[in-house]
């Protein structure tokens, strides 16, 4: 059983509910710890003064920021701590968008909000927002603090439940503008798109994301188990080699399509 990250309750209105919350990920990467190769002892980490080539206790540990005129700011905790926001147990709903209109790029990390307690007027309070939300296709937005940070929140429903996802503020997304564009002087003929769109409704399905699996952690998986049975792992060179450009990209297209039809 998952043990919940955070509780407090979910505001709408007069409406109070309490919540528990869960993360909507589970963690599948593989952890190695850091071992001195040599005779493998565990690799710990310190902090040195660069002038005085000393350790540093960690209680002797500012914190110094470099501002855009070169300048050097030095802040201790507590001056660090007077930013910090209010620890509020309260999901304040401020407003309802339609979902459709969130691009993904805002989304940060996914999480499952649930009842907290058996009560009648919790689980029925829960279920109202849940249908409601559901039968809108609405989200709801929100702030949630958690740990020592404030984030944005989007709140919708998904599977007969909550699901909370944390948010990039506006300023976090990067503009398209400074990120240098492709030239519009070559635009594609109209043969050209409509020979793209085919080959794209060729290759198009209905979502099921149980069709696509992490094939690196698969194969390092393997990796491990293999050497843990004292196998020798080949290998392979590495390969940089970039694709060569398309020579004639309206033959390109044909021939994928070819292929694709062919599967």
Not at 39 to 60: G, I, M, S
Not at 87 to 93: P, Q
Not at 113 to 126: F, H, K, M, N
Not at 130 to 149: F, S, Y
Request: hydrophobic share 40%; charged share 30%.
């Amino acid at each position: 059983m998952p043990r919940s990250l955070w509780t407090g309750s979910l505001s709408f209105g007069l409406v109070n509910v309490p919540v528990a919350m869960f993360s909507g990920v589970s963690d599948q990467d593989l952890h190695f710890r850091q071992l001195h190769a040599k005779d493998h002892t565990p690799v710990e980490t310190h902090r040195f003064c660069a002038e005085e080539d000393e350790e540093v206790p960690y209680d002797e540990i500012a914190n110094g920021y470099d501002t855009d005129d070169g300048e050097m700011v030095i802040l201790t905790d507590a001056e660090l701590a007077a930013a910090a926001p209010h620890r509020s147990r309260t999901i304040d709903i401020e407003a309802f968008v339609d979902l459709v209109d969130v691009d993904p790029i805002s989304f940060d990390h996914p999480y499952v909000l649930v009842p907290s307690g058996e009560a009648e007027g919790v689980q029925r309070a829960y279920r109202l927002l849940v249908e409601v939300m559901g039968r809108t296709e609405r989200a709801a937005l929100g702030r949630v603090v958690m740990r020592t940070k404030e984030y944005l929140a989007l709140i919708r429903a998904r599977s007969d439940r909550l699901v909370l996802t944390t948010m990039l503020w506006h300023d976090e997304v990067r503009p398209t503008g400074p990120i240098p564009s492709p030239t519009k002087k070559d635009k594609p003929a109209k043969k050209q798109v409509d020979a793209a769109i085919e080959l794209i409704e060729t290759f198009s399905c209905d979502w099921d994301p149980s069709r696509y699996e992490d094939s690196f952690q698969k194969r390092l998986r393997k990796i491990v188990q293999k050497k843990s049975k004292g196998q020798t792992i080949e290998v392979a060179d590495a390969d940089d080699e970039q694709p060569a450009p398309v020579p004639d990209l309206m033959a390109a297209l044909e021939r994928s399509l070819e292929e694709a039809k062919s599967r």
